[in-house]
Nanobody, 125 residues
Framework: QVQLVESGGGLVQAGGSLRLSCAAS????????MGWFRQAAGKEREFVAA????????YSADSVKGRFTISRDNAKNTVYLQMNGLKPEDTAVYYC??????????????????WGQGTQVTVSS
C-alpha cells in the first residue's frame, strides 16, 4: 500500500510561483509513474502533468505547458510540481497520483492506483 502526502500549497498572487511536493511511502517508488491532477470548485478533476518512473518522459496538459514543470527525485521518493506564472484559473485542490501505467494518469482517469489527500492552491488576482 502506497501512501502519498502533498505539501506546498498556499495563497499566492497572480504571476507568482509555488512548488508542490508529494512524498511517497509504503511501496517501491520506482515501480510507479507519478502525476498531478487538480480540481477547482464545482468542476471535475483534471489531469495536469505526469512523469515516468525514471523521469525520462513527462506529459503536461496544454493549459499548463510552459508554466508548470513536473519532476521527481527517486532517492527521496518525492515528486514535485513547480508552478510559475500562476493565474487565478489555476486555483484548485491539487492531488498527487501514482500508477504503474503512465497512460492511466495521462488519460485523466480516476482509476489511478493511489491518490494523495490534496493541497489547496489559491491564486489571487
Amino acid at each position: 500500500q502506497v501512501q502519498l502526502v502533498e505539501s506546498g500549497g498556499g495563497l499566492v498572487q497572480a504571476g507568482g510561483s509555488l512548488r508542490l511536493s508529494c512524498a511517497a511511502s509504503g511501496g517501491i517508488f520506482t515501480h510507479y509513474a507519478m502525476g498531478w491532477f487538480r480540481q477547482a470548485a464545482g468542476k471535475e478533476r483534471e489531469f495536469v502533468a505526469a512523469i515516468t518512473w525514471s523521469g525520462g518522459t513527462i506529459y503536461s496538459a496544454d493549459s499548463v505547458k510552459g508554466r508548470f514543470t513536473i519532476s521527481r527525485d527517486n532517492a527521496k521518493n518525492t515528486v514535485y510540481l513547480q508552478m510559475n506564472g500562476l493565474k487565478p484559473e489555476d486555483t484548485a485542490v491539487y492531488y498527487c497520483a501514482a500508477d504503474r501505467n503512465i497512460y492511466v494518469i495521462t488519460s485523466g482517469s480516476y482509476e489511478c492506483d493511489y491518490w494523495g489527500q490534496g493541497t489547496q492552491v489559491t491564486v489571487s488576482s
